[in-house]
T-cell receptor
Framework: EPEVTQTPSHQVTQMGQEVILRCVPI?????FYWYRQILGQKVEFLVS????????KSEIFDDQFSVERPDGSNFTLKIRSTKLEDSAMYFC???????????FGAGSRLTVL | AQSVAQPEDQVNVAEGNPLTVKCTYSVSGNPYLFWYVQYPNRGLQFLLK????DNLVKGSYGFEAEFNKSQTSFHLKKPSALVSDSALYFC????????????WGLGTSLAVNP
């Protein structure tokens, strides 16, 4: 069964450092998403991406965050200068056109020290 | 504000007994409702959805959920729980449209005891 894959599974970084989280969506999907889940809290929407541009972003997704689809397969989330409160599990998801269900990756756990 | 609520942080049930994980929604229009499950150190896995049609929807692993418009609920159920069902369960909704974001409940931790 097709999967969304995310790397790294866990990254530890120092506050102020840049982090790039990588995702490979399902190959024929055209809609891409990033969500995050701070430990013990609800899953929160960050951003959606379609046709090489951001479709929607939440208030969490400020200037420190960016997304990119650098080639035909990867979808990345960059945090320019990490803060302690960015520590969370970050989930990538993708969706086919007309579909109602998002397929999620296993997540990337980010720990900011 | 539009939202989904999962009133129980934790549900405990004995193996073999029926289980219910509750979800209520407060949204305008006709919501698309979903249940996802998160096993330890795993991602969010889709279980089932309600879009339209029959109020009782069946999903993966023997789970089902009933859309109840009058009670604005979408409770997840299974007739006979397994220890392997122990996980974190999330209810979510989104509005109609091709690129609408999912709005999530807080999650309910299900523990099935042998």
């Amino acid at each position: 069964e097709p999967e969304v894959t995310q790397t790294p599974s866990h990254q530890v970084t120092q506050m102020g450092q840049e982090v790039i989280l990588r995702c490979v969506p399902i190959s024929n999907h055209l809609y891409f998403y990033w969500y995050r889940q701070i430990l013990g809290q609800k899953v929160e929407f960050l951003v959606s991406f379609y046709n090489n541009e951001i479709s929607e972003k939440s208030e969490i997704f400020d200037d420190q965050f960016s997304v990119e689809r650098p080639d035909g397969s990867n979808f990345t989330l960059k945090i320019r200068s990490t803060k302690l409160e960015d520590s969370a599990m970050y989930f990538c998801a993708s969706k086919d056109t007309g579909a109602n269900v998002l397929t999620f990756g296993a997540g990337s756990r980010l720990t900011v020290l | 504000a539009q939202s989904v609520a999962q009133p129980e942080d934790q549900v405990n049930v004995a193996e073999g007994n029926p289980l219910t994980v509750k979800c209520t929604y407060s949204v305008s229009g006709n919501p698309y409702l979903f249940w996802y499950v998160q096993y330890p150190n795993r991602g969010l896995q889709f279980l089932l959805k309600y879009i339209t049609g029959d109020n009782l929807v069946k999903g993966s692993y023997g789970f089902e959920a009933e859309f109840n418009k009058s009670q604005t609920s979408f409770h997840l159920k299974k007739p006979s729980a397994l220890v392997s069902d122990s996980a974190l369960y999330f209810c979510a909704y989104r509005n109609a449209g091709n690129n609408r974001k999912l709005i999530w409940g807080l999650g309910t931790s299900l523990a099935v005891n042998p």
